[in-house]
């Protein structure tokens, strides 16, 4: 049976699809709201192939990475400006949390105003809001730095500038990771909505938004497997770009 | 500041404590009028003391007496409230010296190569790579190590880790090596193995060496000094000499000569207990 359990990750997927097909074969729902999977798959695979939701996909794809490399060449630097200093991040935690907290989608308005209704309204509110997510994790990665390292470097003789490069800055990576991992899901969930709200003619949001007011039920279903996919190869991107740098990572 | 070769030192290589017959009656560390506080207490009161040339002084006393707050001064890790300590009449700046610490899972860096954490030490003063490289083979061949160099940390077992953090004290040379209870956080069994990496470092470069121990039998067993302390503020409650030969072996904690060094230890260490 050992043979078997590569194979367990699929066996929901299996399911899931038996589960669909059954429930097309039933008639539990109306077939115009769920239609079969043959159908759905078959229009994901003419989108992404030369089709408008690949088009799509790819203008999410842009949007979401901008947004976050903006996020993270910002949030990165000031990150450890704060995590460096104590009494600086104690003082701005507040503002920190709170706008963490904030929902970014009560941001279009403000953003919208600022922006005009276009690329750069999205693309800011996606990177507003990774900002905080990476600034916060870099932060506590600089001031979670082990202190016996930090005190080890310095004992051999390191000055303050080498000890913040060759032993806080690495402390800190495995949790910048965890804000880089993070942020980017952020960025795309706000990209999502950015273009199924705030005027786009493009992208997934857009896409997904469009097929459901004109009822074709598979691309819009083939848009969500799209959008769903992108979320899940972008965590997997970092979590391996993740362990081949910070390898020693929960160890 | 740092010489360009390693462990330049003659090497005793016959089991005679090192140091024996040169002229070393000078103390290599003098501490005077040492006062430290934390909070609301004194640890040390003008607290002075000498510690011997070429020879390994363990420090042992009662649970928060100050032994490593003791160390950790003389090292340079915490600053002193008043007082001096000199090393042949210099300050510590101007001194190579090792710092081993207890934990050795923090104190190395897990991103680094067992190697290049040997070598910072030696990258912190711009010896170039092909140097590094051949100190760090020759400290190997030296101490007669078996470890893959070339793995990470945390793919070595606890008692390899310390040995990688007690060489990377060695890289560069040191005047004079410290300890911080080395070995408490390893087992039984790694624990007199790497007393006997310890003995072995300490015979081979004949390094003054001071070592904070919690365990009696390896303070003594250790030690050509024993230094006792007592509750605080700490005085020098006794500086217990032990000479048996080098190398000691498991036969020597039987031998009459421990056993009565190490009862000494215990009944002063009891009688401050008492006190406190």
Known sequence: ?251 | MVSGVALARPIATTGAPPGEGAPCAAPHVTIRGLTKGFADFLVYDRFDLDIPRGKLVSIFGPNGCGKSTLINMIAGLIPVDAGEILFDGKPLRDIRFGYVFQNYREALFPWLRAVDNIEYPLKLRQVPKRERRARVERLVAHLGVKIDLRRYPYQLSGGQQQLISIMRALIVDPEILFLDEPFSALDYEMTLFMREQLQRVFVETGTTTVLVSHDLEEAVYLADHVLLLSRGPARVADFVTYDAPRPRSDATLSEPDFVRVKAHCLDVFQREVRKG
């Open chain 1, 1 to 251: 049976m050992k043979w078997l359990e590569p194979l367990l990750p699929a066996i929901g997927v299996v399911v899931l699809i038996m589960l669909w097909y059954l429930a097309v074969w039933l008639r539990v729902v109306d077939p115009v709201l769920l239609p079969p999977p043959t159908d759905t798959f078959r229009a994901l695979w003419k989108g992404m192939n030369g089709g408008q939701l690949g088009a799509d996909f790819l203008k999410t794809v842009e949007r979401t990475t901008l947004a976050t490399l903006i996020a993270a060449a910002l949030a990165i630097p000031i990150g450890i400006l704060l995590g460096a200093s104590e009494k600086l991040y104690r003082s701005l935690e507040f503002v920190i949390d709170f706008f963490r907290s904030t929902p970014a989608s009560a941001m279009f308005p403000l953003f919208l105003v600022v922006f005009g209704v276009g690329d750069k309204t999205k693309i800011s509110v996606a990177a507003f809001g990774a900002f905080l997510v990476i600034l916060f994790n870099v932060a506590y990665g600089v001031m979670n730095a082990r202190k016996t390292r930090l005190l080890a470097a310095k004992v051999m003789g390191a000055s303050k500038l080498r000890v913040l490069t060759d032993v806080t800055l690495m402390e800190s990576l495995p949790q910048t990771f965890v804000g880089l991992r993070n942020g980017v899901s952020l960025a795309l969930v706000i990209v999502v909505v950015a273009e199924m709200f705030i005027g786009s003619s493009d992208g997934l949001g857009q896409r997904v938004f469009e097929a459901q007011q004109l009822f074709a039920m598979p691309d819009m279903y083939a848009a969500i497997f799209a959008a769903g996919a992108l979320g899940y190869g972008l965590n997997l991107l970092f979590l391996l770009v993740e362990r081949r740098f910070v390898h020693w990572s929960g160890k």
